[in-house]
């Protein structure tokens, strides 16, 4: 779930760094909200760790990923935005990586997927 949603944001930066029509400040924009959601996933899986349930996070995760959505509505495909919303919708099951917290990767792959939007973020300011 988390490695769709981190392919297709993957995808979707290679397609607007291609596009030099893309302003500095949208990019900046773009940027910050991958941070954040970069952090809220580091937070989740540190969390999940300590045997917390990362309350609110989800919620945060889902709002941002709304404003992703927006903010690059005008640059990416409709059906491309919908595809990585449809993932990122899947990969915020908090509850699911919760209660498989000590008997799968899922903490694992979320850290991965915050390294890789980490990243994402860090290019879109080139």
């Keep these: 779930m988390l490695d769709t949603a981190v392919n297709l944001c993957k995808e979707i930066c290679q397609v607007l760094d291609k596009k030099r029509s893309l302003k500095l400040e949208s990019k900046l924009r773009i940027s910050?909200?991958?941070?954040?959601?970069?952090?809220?996933?580091?937070?989740?899986?540190?969390?999940?760790?300590?045997d917390e349930y990362p309350h609110g996070n989800c919620v945060i995760l889902q709002n941002l990923s709304e404003n992703?959505?927006?903010?690059?509505?005008?640059?990416?495909?409709?059906?491309?935005?919908?595809?990585?919303d449809k993932s990122m919708n899947e990969s915020l099951l908090v509850e699911k990586y919760?209660?498989?917290?000590?008997?799968?990767?899922?903490?694992f792959q979320i850290e991965r997927a915050s390294g890789e939007f980490k990243s994402l973020s860090l290019l879109m300011k080139l």
């Excluded at 910050?32 to 300590?50: C, G």
């Excluded at 000590?102 to 903490?107: C, E, L, R, V």
């Design 32 to 50: 910050i909200i991958l941070d954040e959601i970069s952090r809220i996933m580091d937070d989740t899986a540190q969390k999940l760790k300590n």
């Design 68 to 84: 992703l959505s927006k903010n690059l509505s005008e640059y990416v495909k409709k059906e491309d935005l919908d595809k990585l």
């Design 98 to 107: 919760f209660a498989e917290r000590k008997h799968t990767d899922g903490i």
